[in-house]
């Protein structure tokens, strides 16, 4: 599929078909999502694949999202920063945080490449989840991914549109200054300067 295709085309899925995904499929995506940038090089991210039903169901309670139990696989991502922090101090739990984004989106993009619905979910009882799965407390939990077969496909018109996110040069200029814009700001200097 053509990326910018592809990039449309995922969306977030709260609703599933009973029909479970393939594990193979999660396992490409996570594959994929490893070959993202990581600072120093360094892979700090492991992804917990839960197919257990009984389990998703406790994880969809402690996340409030009963939609969740749809879905036939999780993917929780998660993150260990003890490497990054004591190599960059502060800044390694920021770097953990980008890598993890990234390789969240690229995961999500290669699902969706194969036909199947994910979402983001970020909202959880942490301490909840860590005790079910057993998730040590130096591990951070970055996001639990349900991964299924989107029920009732809906094509719906973006909302995201491009000039609402953009600044040019300095924030709240929401328009790229033209050549000639930029001749008389210059020129309107000039005339300041020669009146002094």
Not at 10 to 30: G, T
Not at 40 to 57: M, R, S, T, W
Not at 125 to 134: F, P, Q, S, V, Y
């Amino acid at each position: 599929m053509e990326f910018d295709e592809l990039v449309r085309k995922r969306r977030s899925v709260r609703s599933f078909k009973k029909e479970k995904a393939s594990w193979k499929d999660v396992l490409n995506a996570i594959d994929a999502a490893i070959q993202g940038p990581f600072a120093g090089n360094h892979n700090n991210l492991k992804f917990l694949i839960v197919e257990d039903k009984k389990k998703i169901i406790d994880i969809a309670d402690f996340c409030e999202q009963d939609w969740v139990s749809e879905a036939g696989i999780l993917v929780l991502v998660c993150s260990d920063d003890s490497h990054l922090e004591n190599t960059y101090g502060d800044r390694g739990r920021v770097y953990s945080r980008q890598e993890a984004g990234a390789a969240i989106y690229a995961l999500m993009l290669k699902l969706a490449d194969a036909g199947l619905g994910t979402c983001w979910v970020g909202s959880y009882n942490d301490g909840a989840i860590r005790d079910r799965l057993k998730i040590p407390h130096h591990v951070q939990i970055e996001a639990v991914i349900p991964v299924g077969f989107e029920n009732d496909k809906k094509d719906k018109e973006a909302k995201k549109k491009l000039e609402n996110v953009l600044n040019w040069e300095e924030w709240g200029k929401s328009k790229r200054p033209t050549p000639f814009e930029e001749e008389l700001e210059d020129y309107g200097q000039k005339i300041k300067k020669n009146k002094k």
